[in-house]
T-cell receptor, first 114, second 113 residues
Framework: DTEVTQTPKHLVMGMTNKKSLKCEQH?????MYWYKQKAKKPPELMFV???????INESVPSRFSPECPNSSLLNLHLHALQPEDSALYLC?????????????FGSGTRLTVV | QKEVEQDPGPLSVPEGAIVSLNCTYS??????FMWYRQYSRKGPELLMY????GNKEDGRFTAQVDKSSKYISLFIRDSQPSDSATYLC?????????????FGKGTKLSVKP
């Protein structure tokens, strides 16, 4: 299995809603990432988990809350988002120290905040 | 100066053309260079990986790194309509065993039949 699976593929939420994005991989990778990608822009790093511990938080607002319950799963909890948070949210995974394989990305969750 | 600079295009070529995509970067310590391809509404997929300077070839694709000029390139030979996508250069900025991919803006390529 060489895939990163993200659910849901599309999500529309109101500014007062609470929702979660899910990401799963079964490649044995021990680093997992959340990226945010606005239209016609490159992906921007939000969070990095290494061996299930949060290792990088790129000054992301607290309305985004990551969680890594185990080595295969990564969640992003969303609360009180703003319309400008509408974007494609990408999950990726890699094996720490094995740079030649790059990162494997999921297809993303397209989030619209209304 | 941004860490990675890439001309966003768009770039339109006829089928069969040779395509040249380029990026420049600012930090001479970078050593891991990648090209990702992203189709519309999909996540990026790794196309090519290069360590340090030199060339790497995979089928119709060639990746080239010139560390002396901090310049990375991707060449696509005999381009096909299926190559139409956004191409993102990426550089791995790492410390210890942990890295962070820094992406260029991406170049949107359209190959016309």
């Amino acid at each position: 299995d060489t895939e990163v699976t993200q659910t849901p593929k599309h999500l529309v939420m109101g500014m007062t809603n609470k929702k979660s994005l899910k990401c799963e991989q079964h490649m044995g990778h021990r680093a997992m990432y959340w990226y945010k990608q606005k239209a016609k822009k490159p992906p921007e790093l939000m969070f990095v988990y290494s061996y299930e511990k949060l290792s990088i938080n790129e000054s992301v607002p607290s309305r985004f809350s990551p969680e890594c319950p185990n080595s295969s799963l990564l969640n992003l909890h969303l609360h009180a988002l703003q319309p400008e948070d509408s974007a494609l949210y990408l999950c990726a995974s890699s094996q720490p120290g094995q740079f030649n394989y790059g990162y494997t990305f999921g297809s993303g969750t397209r989030l619209t905040v209304v | 100066q941004k860490e990675v600079e890439q001309d966003p295009g768009p770039l339109s070529v006829p089928e069969g053309a040779i395509v040249s995509l380029n990026c420049t970067y600012s930090n001479s310590a970078f050593q891991y260079f990648m090209w990702y391809r992203q189709y519309s509404r999909k996540g990026p997929e790794l196309l090519m990986y290069t360590y340090s300077s030199g060339n790497k070839e995979d089928g119709r694709f060639t990746a080239q790194v010139d560390k002396s000029s901090k310049y990375i390139s991707l060449f696509i030979r005999d381009s096909q309509p299926s190559d139409s996508a956004t191409y993102l250069c990426a550089i791995l900025n790492y410390g210890g065993s942990q890295g962070n991919l820094i992406f260029g803006k991406g170049t949107k390529l359209s190959v016309k039949p």
